[in-house]
């Protein structure tokens, strides 16, 4: 029979694993679609991870859902989920914006967010992989701590590139595209900071 009275168990960090790849393919994808100009082809491929992100989301939740024996706590689990989650969904609506508000321009200062969210989003991947062990326990914080700055990189990133656009743009329509956009990106950083707050939970805990 295959019917079981007992609770199963779910790899979550395989599942984690996923879907933080995905996250990683999303920023390589956000640099790549802002250093090589706008295309279909890298709209279309956005478009594809941030479903594939979704879906390995829904799998952790119901998972969640279906069994009592977790690695960790069941919010922290939670939680992970819909931070890495958000920030595909972030990246993606960056590359959607640029594609409604026809922005096809290279634009230095974008290239510099991207570089910096590609930094960021390396780092959670190796925070998050290295939850399987609490013997990656140091690496695991040195991760968090390299999130935390790029963060702080990002908000000084933002205020200068604002600083400048209000300065030297012209036409107030293409002041409140770029503001957004700008805005956006640096809050890819912190949605990456809130997955490292995540992960330092997780860690103190199991601690």
């Not at 931070?83 to 230095?108: F, G, H, S």
């Not at 989003?121 to 290295?130: I, M, N, T, W, Y």
């Given at each position: ?15 984690f ?15 790549e ?66 594609r ?13 967010f ?10 959670v ?83």
């Amino acid at each position: 029979m295959g019917f079981s009275f007992l609770p199963k168990e779910f790899n979550f960090f395989d599942l984690f694993e996923r879907q933080v790849g995905h996250a990683v393919e999303a920023a390589n994808c956000f640099k790549e679609l802002v250093t090589n100009n706008m295309n279909e082809d890298s709209l279309k491929n956005m478009h594809d991870i941030e479903h594939q992100g979704d879906e390995v989301t829904h799998e952790i939740l119901n998972n969640l859902n279906k069994t009592f024996i977790t690695p960790f706590d069941r919010e922290d689990i939670h939680a992970l989920a819909k931070e890495l989650d958000d920030i595909i969904d972030m990246l993606y609506t960056i590359a959607n914006r640029l594609r409604v508000y026809k922005i096809t321009k290279i634009d230095k200062n974008l290239i510099e967010f991207a570089n910096v969210i590609g930094e960021s989003v390396r780092a959670v991947a190796c925070a998050v992989k290295g939850l399987r062990s609490m013997k990656n326990a140091k690496s695991i914080s040195e991760s968090c701590v390299e999130v935390n700055r790029l963060e702080n990189v990002g908000d000084s990133m933002r205020d200068s590139m604002l600083g400048e656009l209000f300065e030297t743009a012209k036409d107030p329509i293409e002041v409140i595209k770029w503001k957004e956009i700008y805005q956006d990106a640096e809050t890819v950083l912190d949605i990456c900071e809130d997955v490292a707050h995540v992960v330092q939970s997780i860690l103190v805990k199991q601690a």
